[in-house]
């Protein structure tokens, strides 16, 4: 009788701790400061952390990023991935190409995205953030809400606004590797 082998299935919020890790603040965290500063528990960090070491996007000890692999991983797959549909028009806090740094780059055509919040700034058509608890988090973290929106340009997208889309992610891996050679 052949053993059981147990698919490791990647989840949104593994994504998430991902692109903290990228952030200055997240940078250096570790795994129970990742947890508090994404209101999640210790336990949920650690084991995203182990399904992205499995799937190769941070190194053995899980504390460096492989920044190449992630990118690749959200250029060409994140949209296949984690799809997203875009619904009907909610107040929420703007994503995608209706937030920075996209929308300074792209003026969208009176298309706006938004993450349904009833304490949001702006009304659009509502898409579902990768991580529930997003507005939460990104209040305190202005990079994470960037790259947050960098990943939804890169979900719902046409090719001008993931071709910027891209332009800034490699901006934060940039950075992030400076970081992490210091």
Do not use: C, H
């Amino acid at each position: 009788m052949a053993s059981q082998v147990k698919q490791v299935v990647m989840r949104p919020l593994d994504v998430v701790i991902l692109l903290k890790k990228l952030t200055r603040a997240g940078a250096a965290m570790n795994g129970k400061q990742l947890a508090e500063s994404l209101a999640i528990s210790p336990a949920e960090v650690s084991v995203a952390l182990e399904r992205n070491r499995i799937a190769g996007l941070v190194d053995e000890e899980k504390a460096r990023v492989n920044v190449m692999a992630l990118k690749d991983f959200l250029v060409y797959g994140i949209r296949y991935s984690f799809p997203v549909q875009p619904a009907g028009l909610v107040r929420g806090m703007p994503t995608a190409s209706s937030a920075g740094p996209i929308n300074q780059i792209i003026s969208s055509n009176g298309e706006k995205y938004v993450w349904p919040d009833s304490k949001g700034t702006e009304r659009g058509q509502a898409i579902v953030p990768l991580y529930g608890n997003a507005t939460i988090a990104i209040k305190e973290d202005a990079d994470l809400y960037a790259l947050l929106a960098i990943v939804d340009s890169l979900r719902i997208g046409k090719a001008r606004e993931r071709a910027a889309a891209i332009e800034e992610l490699d901006k934060y891996i940039t950075q992030y590797a400076k970081l992490k050679q210091q």
